[in-house]
């Protein structure tokens, strides 16, 4: 075990971007539902959507999820078994 703690990790760290991005995102999706309440018309399916997006809770989970796959599963951190 202290070895585990001590050695190397073969585990490359995510880019700043991803790591920006995923800051970021949501942030960015309650950033685009506002803008969309500003500019659609009240009944526009795309409004519909975004302010789903956009609410803070949901926008939070799709942040977390991101977050798991790219620091996670991508970042090679977790590994599948089958």
Do not use: K, R
Not at 30 to 39: D, G, K, Q, R, V
Not at 68 to 73: D, M
């Amino acid at each position: 075990m202290a070895d585990q703690l001590t050695g190397e990790s073969a585990v490359e760290p995510p880019g700043f971007g991803i790591a920006v991005l995923t800051i970021l995102l949501p942030v960015i999706l309650m950033l685009l539902a506002s803008a969309c309440e500003l500019a659609l018309p009240g009944q526009s399916p795309l409004l519909v959507v975004s302010s789903f997006l956009g609410h803070p809770a949901i926008a939070l989970l799709i942040a977390v999820l991101f977050a798991s796959y790219t620091f996670g599963f991508a970042g090679g951190s977790i590994a599948i078994s089958s």
